[in-house]
């Protein structure tokens, strides 16, 4: 008897288990990204029982949160200078690689896994974040996990989970219309599912729209799954992410014997049928337009031809929970998309920060200038997208239209280090939370894609960016 | 970790839905690299005047509490119990949103659903602090949410029979579930970490038997 069809996810979770109990299971972690903000108690943890660090050279650490991207080496914050030096220290008394300002590879935890070679097929990947869900574009189990599991992945390189988590598919169809970015397609899948929508659930992303994406795309998709309350998202493993791994010098990718024989193991990450997903929720690429969030969670979107909702129209959420959204906001229910003005633009972050939504702003930027009364901020996501935008030319797109150009970090996705918003300030931002303050306090953040981040910056408004790309310059 | 057994609060209830970790705390206040004094940061930016919000460095001093928020009407100050809207703790993992709800003294969280009234990653941080997350089914939870509205409202938690008692005239008793494993670390306060490392040899074997390109290619 043929056995029953599985899903990519359940087939890896099958591979990383250790042990089980009546109702947990121990995973076996083979990577562990740590940045600074995450990982001081869980150290400080491990100093006090006197436990070390498992497997150290599983163990990878970058600085990203606190770091100011105008000049990375300038940190004035008392306490920020001083949770960077506390993974400093850490790193060195227990072993860690750390990824430092200046190394040539420090970046978002989530940009440099991947560009380093550390994210691959099949593998189990943790980090005190929850946008590592980012790392299942490769067709990983990747998620995010508190403190204490930080600690205890360090002393014991595994991981206990409860309930095992149930299997939904995304089925994206069609063909993405030009001036649409992956970031609409994610928008739309938690538009329609909702912030809670996926609670319990590890997502895979399937279907030709998905198939056609480069890796950067995947990742930007892969990475807000945490924002539909999904565990974790992932896409199987293709010719486009083995090309990712492979055509690139990348330090910890396999190579020889060792390739040829995680490609052979690779070609076995795919869902059998989809018959085995516990549920499944389809979209259509080709009929979507670009998407703007317009309230307090990014489940509260729009089409930016569309306008803002009446309290009593929003899916997922009660009236008076829509009023406080609206109130947050500043926003009349009724008000075109399109007439709302913007003080700021960010792009940049986990999501949006690769040297692919770079080229997509820069093609909206050339020959263009930012608004009267706008502030661009254009910030990429590692060392190396740094490099490369430069060698791209893409640096002097920005600065010739008035935007800044700046070191990597996370930077405006939340308010930990210089680069954040005023109370009252409205954003046009490419990060993956709208939630009250999270770019600071009073600030008001909408997300949109790269290329509609650029649209807004250029206009000082919501401006839909297929009338920009359609009128070239 | 404190163990818990039976425990018996006031309980709050703040009636929102999708609360993020941002809100419960501000991420200007994840840069202490301690484990403690987060207490006064609990929902920081809706708790406080505006304005009132303490310096990140200085924890205890902070403004007025601000009217409006519900958790700082005089009938919640003792509540060590906090009842919530549905898909509570959504968003950022930081640890330090449970902190901040265990250190400000509550003990569980109560919310409505079926899986999906907490967050994963709240939860399972709550679970590893002793903050217990309860899910009622919705009913149970209105039942409970009205009392508490209509005025002082006392409940008892009984993990060991995994049973919440509202108590009024006469009391009710809802039946809940948690995962054994974490009912029984919380039972006892145990160490997470030096019960795995019972499974030490399993552990080893499984890394000896580990594909080699999984490893590292250096």
């Known amino acids: ?128 974040d929850s946008h590592t869900s980012t790392h299942g574009a490769f067709g990983s189990l990747a998620f995010g996990i508190g403190t204490s599991e930080v600690e205890h992945v360090l002393a014991t390189q595994t991981l206990w989970q409860g309930k095992t988590p149930k299997a939904l598919g995304i089925e994206v169809k069609g063909k993405l219309p030009a001036g649409l970015e992956p970031k609409d397609i994610i928008l739309a899948v938690i538009r329609a599912i909702g912030t809670g929508g996926a609670t319990g659930h590890v997502l895979e992303y399937y279907g030709p729209a998905i198939s056609a994406m480069s890796m950067e795309g995947r990742m930007t998709v892969c990475n807000m799954s945490i924002e539909a309350g999904a565990r974790a998202g992932l896409i199987a493993p293709d010719d486009t992410t083995i090309q990712y791994i492979t055509a690139t010098k990348r330090p910890f990718a396999p190579t020889g014997a060792a390739l040829e024989s995680a490609l052979a193991d690779w070609k076995l990450l795919q869902t059998d049928d989809p018959s085995a997903f516990d549920r499944i929720v389809t979209i259509d690429a080709s009929s ?163 290329a509609m981040a650029a649209a807004a910056a250029v206009t000082g408004k919501f401006t839909d960016v297929r009338t920009l790309l359609s009128q070239g310059v | 970790m404190e163990a818990f057994l039976t425990y018996r609060g006031r309980a709050a209830l703040l009636d929102w839905s999708d609360v993020n970790t941002d809100l419960i705390i501000p991420a200007r206040y994840l840069k202490r690299i301690e484990r403690t004094g987060y207490g006064p940061l609990l929902f920081a930016d809706k708790r406080y005047v505006p304005g009132g919000a303490p310096d990140p460095d200085h924890p205890e001093s902070h403004g007025e509490l601000a009217s409006d928020f519900p958790l700082n009407a005089s009938a919640n100050q003792d509540a060590t119990i ?42 399972g941080n709550a679970l590893n602090n002793g903050l217990l997350p309860i899910e009622l089914p919705e009913a149970d939870w209105e039942t409970i949410a009205t009392a508490v509205r209509t005025g002082p409202t006392e409940i008892t938690i009984d993990l060991l029979r995994k049973r919440v008692t509202l108590h009024g005239n006469s009391d009710i008793e809802f039946a809940f579930d948690v995962p054994e494993g974490n009912r029984e670390r919380i039972l006892k306060g145990l160490d997470a970490i030096a019960e795995t490392l019972l499974n030490d040899h399993a552990i080893t074997r499984y890394e000896q038997s580990a594909p080699v390109w999984a490893g590292l290619s250096v």
């Open chain 1, 288 to 450: 979507l337009v670009p998407q703007v969030t317009w309230g307090t969670n990014p489940a509260m979107t729009v089409d930016v031809t569309g306008r803002i909702p009446e309290p009593d129209q929003v899916p997922f959420t009660s009236r008076e929970d829509a009023r406080r959204s609206l109130e947050y906001m500043g926003l009349t229910p009724g008000t075109p998309i399109s007439e709302i003005p913007i003080d700021i633009v960010f792009i940049g972050s986990c999501t949006n920060g690769r040297i692919e939504d770079l080229r997509s702003a820069a093609q909206v930027f050339r020959g263009r200038k930012v608004a009267a009364g706008v502030r661009a901020l254009i910030v990429p996501g590692s060392e190396p997208v740094r490099e490369q935008a430069i060698a791209e030319g893409l640096d002097r797109v920005f600065t010739e239209a008035g935007a800044e150009w700046r070191q990597a970090g996370c930077s405006m996705c939340l308010a930990m280090n210089p680069d954040k918003l005023t109370p009252g300030q409205r954003s046009a931002s490419t990060s993956n939370r709208n939630f009250e303050g999270r770019q600071g306090p009073g600030g008001r953040t909408h997300l949109v894609s790269a």
């Open chain 1, 1 to 128: 008897m043929p056995s029953a069809p599985d899903t990519l996810f359940h087939k890896v979770w099958k591979r990383h288990v250790v042990t089980v109990t009546e109702d947990a299971t121990l995973l076996y972690i083979d990577r562990h990204l740590v940045h600074e903000v995450t990982s001081p108690q869980a150290f400080e943890g491990l100093r006090l029982s006197g436990r070390k660090v498992r497997r150290p050279e599983l163990t990878f650490a970058t600085l990203d949160h606190n770091v100011p991207t105008e000049n990375q080496l300038d940190i004035r914050e008392p306490m920020s200078k001083r949770q960077v030096e506390a993974l400093r220290t850490n790193a060195k008394e227990f072993g860690v690689t750390l990824y430092d300002m200046g190394s040539g590879r420090q970046g978002i935890v989530h940009v440099i896994g991947p560009e380093l070679g550390l994210t691959l097929p099949g593998l189990t990947i943790v980090c005190g």
């Open chain 2, 82 to 123: 906090l009842i919530v809207g549905r898909n509570f703790g959504c968003g950022s993992s930081r640890e330090h949103a449970v902190w901040a709800v265990a250190q400000a003294g509550y003990r569980a969280v109560i919310a409505p659903g079926k899986d999906d009234g907490f967050a994963d990653i709240f939860e």
